[in-house]
């Protein structure tokens, strides 16, 4: 497993916005699934009121009786009309946290769309070849860290796994609304679309989002 490294320091290092190089690594065909989990680690962590804590990945989780929760500010976001940054969940048996991926949209309306994400939170409901996006709105997941944290209910962010199937967003609260409103605005509503997946540079823009890189 690679070792991690907080890399805002280096984040300068890495490629700038809409830049990006395949890397040493996987490639093949997948599926994309989405939550928003309210936890995520190895990376920067916020409070129960979304702010930063100093004491970063180390916080336990608030799922388990900690302090840590995840950041609205992980939210996945449109770069242009075909490219979007964002998070996602691998598998817990072979994760590569901090490492980013290429997806290429190979099926609905946004086939040919790309989306570059990083991994930042693993599970064991998470096959080999799927990459659970992170978006508020997706559902709580295996573990739910938003009842606690945004005080959610089923009724507005929907089933465990995929939540909501109508557009709610403006029911969020506006932190989370941007990001809500992505799987509907450059998603276009589509649900697990299937995917084409490189390993590549993560691009800056993550790296600052969630402190983390791979080094080694």
């Known amino acids: 497993m690679p070792s991690f490294t907080r890399l805002a320091a280096l984040a300068a290092l890495l490629v700038s916005s809409g830049s990006y190089v395949a890397a040493v690594g996987e490639s093949g065909s997948g599926t994309t699934t989405r939550y928003w989990p309210g936890i995520t680690s190895p990376v920067k962590t916020c409070d129960i009121n979304d702010k930063p804590l100093a004491e970063g990945v180390t916080a336990q989780s608030g799922c388990t009786g900690g302090t840590s929760f995840m950041c609205s500010s992980q939210s996945p976001w449109a770069v242009s009309d075909s490219l979007a940054y964002g998070f996602a969940a691998v598998t817990s048996s072979n994760p590569s946290c901090c490492s980013c991926y290429k997806l290429t949209f190979t099926s609905s309306s946004i ?15 998470v096959s080999g070849t799927q990459f659970d996006l992170a978006m508020p709105g997706g559902g709580f997941g295996q573990f739910d860290g938003c009842s606690k944290e945004w005080q959610a ?3 507005v962010w929907g089933a465990q796994y995929g939540g909501s199937d109508t557009n709610q967003c403006s029911k969020f609260p506006s932190a989370l609304q941007q990001g809500c409103s992505f799987r509907w605005d450059w998603m276009q509503g589509q649900s697990n679309p299937t995917v084409n997946y490189e ?12 402190g983390c890189s791979v080094s080694g």
């Open 111 to 125: 086939q040919g769309k790309t989306m570059i994400v990083q991994a930042t939170n693993t599970g064991d409901d």
């Open 153 to 155: 209910t089923s009724s």
């Open 199 to 210: 390993k590549v540079t993560c691009p800056a823009e993550l790296v600052a989002k969630s």
